[in-house]
């Protein structure tokens, strides 16, 4: 089904990455309505529609879904009540069983693994009992994370000795989590691709991901020659996982490098905070292909636009300095629209190109 420019795009989620997919999508001649909870959302300033309602409101949802013409989402974390009163009035991309899939870590590497990806050891932890179970199983250092609603960093906790464990369990509320082997890795690094539905198939170069406190501090394109073997057999495990799940749209998955090897970490069934060089940095950019994608359109080429690419997060206080980011040649900042700069928040992002 082909979507024409003039329709209307829903997207649930008012975020920065609504943000860029509305102006992306205007670009396009796209009309978008954003549906979130916030009173001043990013996207919903960019944005020629705006339904403020809560993520677990059905009601709410079907009566948004009733007024766009297709939907996506920026947002993860939608309950399955929710999404079927999204899908059941209107076509909705990435599609659900790829949104499920990444709302669970233990779902996530399970479906990896059976595409013939390898994570980093892990064990299911239930209850408090069970992470000492896992905990003799996996051994110290480990990484104790949330199932469900993780994100920058948050809902883990890094257990050193096996002493600590009580308190991990706490700093995670005993919910239902994963316990992971602490991986000495090279590098992070993560593939970003797009699959349209008839599904071509587009890849942007992987970039390097630089974290600090669990928030992408920095992405680098292209990555180092030492790290293309990596690289190359996670694109091929990327495509096989976007191909078993049918999906539409960008899928982001994250890779720990460990010489040759790619330990898949986690996956995202939306654009991705690792892929915002991509609007200077390449032809077209993530959130461009993925309006292509979801609007049945052809997609752009993603080749780079420029030797070298490295996005920086301005988190909190960061974007104070935006005069100075101004001043430099060549800077491309994008401002986010928010107004509170929280420690750890994402308030924009500056883009640099080099030769
Ligand atoms: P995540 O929420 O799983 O993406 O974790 C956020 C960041 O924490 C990752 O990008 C890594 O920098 C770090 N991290 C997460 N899991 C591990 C692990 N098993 N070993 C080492 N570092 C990790």
Request: charged share 20%; with cysteine; aromatic share 6%.
């Amino acid at each position: 089904m082909i979507v024409p420019p003039g329709s209307t795009i829903g997207i649930v989620g008012g975020g920065q990455l609504g943000r860029m997919l509305s102006l992306a999508a205007a670009s396009l001649g796209y009309k978008c309505h954003i549906y979130a909870p916030d009173e001043t959302p990013p996207a919903g300033e960019v944005a020629a529609h705006l339904t403020r309602g809560r993520f677990d409101d059905e009601d709410a949802l079907a009566r948004f879904a009733g007024q766009v013409d297709v939907c996506t989402y920026e947002f993860e974390n939608i309950a399955a009540g929710p999404l079927s009163a999204i899908v059941s009035q209107v076509p909705l991309y990435p599609p659900r069983e790829s949104l499920e899939i990444a709302q669970d870590r233990l779902s996530e590497k399970s479906f990896v693994v059976r595409q013939g990806g390898r994570p980093a050891p892990f064990a299911r932890v239930d209850e408090a009992a069970g992470l000492e179970a896992a905990l003799a199983e996996i051994g110290t250092p480990a990484i104790l994370k949330t199932r469900r609603l993780g994100y920058d960093g948050k809902g883990q906790a890094r257990i050193e000795r096996p002493e600590a464990a009580p308190l991990a369990w706490e700093t995670v509320a005993a919910a239902p989590s994963l316990l992971e082997s602490f991986v000495t890795f090279d590098a992070e690094f993560s593939i970003l691709l797009c699959r349209g539905t008839d599904g071509e198939t587009v890849l942007w170069d992987a970039p390097r991901n630089i974290h600090r406190s669990g928030i992408l501090d920095r992405s680098i394109v292209p990555v180092e020659p030492a790290l293309q073997p990596a690289v190359a057999a996670a694109e091929a495990l990327a495509r096989r996982v976007a191909e078993a799940l049918d999906h539409v749209g960008v899928l982001a998955l994250e890779f720990f490098a460990v010489g040759e090897e790619a330990l898949f970490n986690e996956m995202a069934p939306r654009v991705h905070n690792s892929g915002h060089w991509t609007i200077e940095g390449a032809v077209s950019s993530q959130f461009e292909n993925h309006i292509r994608a979801i609007c049945g359109l052809p997609l752009g080429a993603t080749g780079r636009t420029a030797p070298r690419v490295e996005m920086v997060n301005l988190i909190g206080r960061d974007a104070d300095d935006w005069r100075t980011l101004l001043a430099e040649p060549g800077a491309h900042l994008h401002l986010y629209g928010k107004r509170h700069a929280r420690p750890g928040r994402k308030m924009g992002h500056v883009t640099r190109l080099s030769a």
